[in-house]
């Protein structure tokens, strides 16, 4: 939740604060306008509260790289995509740390800014649907709350479509940041989870992650996997309703299918969960996975 604001900045980039490691670059996926999206109207903004950096109508993708000092990277990257259910972006505080916590192991960093669903900025402030949130049967490991929503199908359908190119960027430039282009995985955070796994989904073999961290983010689509998925991390808050429900049927679908599976449930509130509490546990799953080998060669 944002209190008082204290700045908006339009057309700013996704981090305002200085940034945590060497940002290398900021690189757009389109030369022009996202295929789908030209139309879209309303400008994209920033609110600033605090720790706090609130990212509203995203229309043009775009990655923040944050490359690993040569002489430590071990060969890793991560895709980094936040939360925000598909209406916002949260790039605060939370995200710096865990960038520098990924840049201190050895690991790349590169943030997403996947687009939004388009939201009037004049327009007044919705609130809770009338009875509270909607129940959400978890179906196939479906935890999307609002299923059949024309237009958050098409944002999430988008977003998925960024994440694709995003991952598809990063190992044609591997090289560049002495990355092993079969070791690229995905971070996602809450509706950030759900847009890893249609990644995944959508089953291009050039985008698939070699491996999936979800921070209490569930699938937003109905999943399907066989024994050669990817390694996958889940971390949640025990009480999160649907959400907790989406992540422990994940578990059970990656198991059923004897692919790796390693899930941690936490007794805090939702603002807790953040690198912090479950990063020494990530990081040595990913060196028990085989994510955390010897130092990269600099590239020539």
């Not at 919705?126 to 944002?155: F, S």
């Not at 907790?244 to 941690?264: F, Q, Y």
Request: charged share 20%; glycine share 10%.
């Amino acid at each position: 939740m944002i209190r008082a604001i204290s700045g908006i900045v339009l057309g700013c980039s996704l981090l305002l604060a200085a940034p945590v490691a060497a940002q290398e670059r900021t690189v757009r996926l389109h030369d022009g306008p996202a295929p789908g999206s030209e139309d879209w109207s309303f400008p994209e903004r920033v609110e600033v509260s605090g720790p706090e950096r609130i990212v509203h109508n995203v229309r043009d993708p775009e990655i923040s790289v944050y490359p690993a000092d040569p002489a430590a990277a071990n060969g890793t990257a991560v895709v980094i995509l936040p939360g925000g259910g598909l209406r916002i972006l949260s790039v605060g505080d939370d995200t710096q740390s865990l960038i520098a916590r990924l840049n201190a192991q050895g690991i790349t960093a590169i943030l997403l800014k996947y687009r939004l669903l388009q939201i009037d900025p004049d327009a007044p402030p919705q609130g809770p649907p009338p009875g509270g949130p909607p129940k959400v049967k978890i179906v196939n490991g479906n935890a999307n709350p609002a299923r059949g929503n024309p237009a958050l199908d098409e944002v999430l359908a988008f977003a998925t479509d960024d994440a694709e190119r995003a991952m598809r960027y990063v190992r044609t430039h591997a090289d560049e940041w002495n990355v092993d282009p079969q070791r690229v995985g995905m971070i996602g955070t809450s509706a950030g989870g759900g847009v890893a796994f249609g990644a995944l989904l959508a089953g291009d073999p050039a985008s698939r992650p070699d491996f999936i961290v979800s921070n209490f983010g569930p699938a937003l689509q109905d999943v399907a996997v066989t024994g050669d998925a990817p390694p996958l991390f889940l971390a949640v808050d025990a009480h999160h309703g649907p959400v907790t429900d989406g992540i422990l049927a994940l578990r059970d679908i990656w198991a059923e299918a004897r692919a790796p599976v390693e899930l941690h449930v936490y007794d805090v509130p939702a603002s807790d969960m953040t690198v912090k509490l479950w990063g020494d546990r990530l990081m040595a799953w990913l060196g028990e996975r085989g994510f955390m080998g010897e130092p990269a060669e600099p590239a020539q």
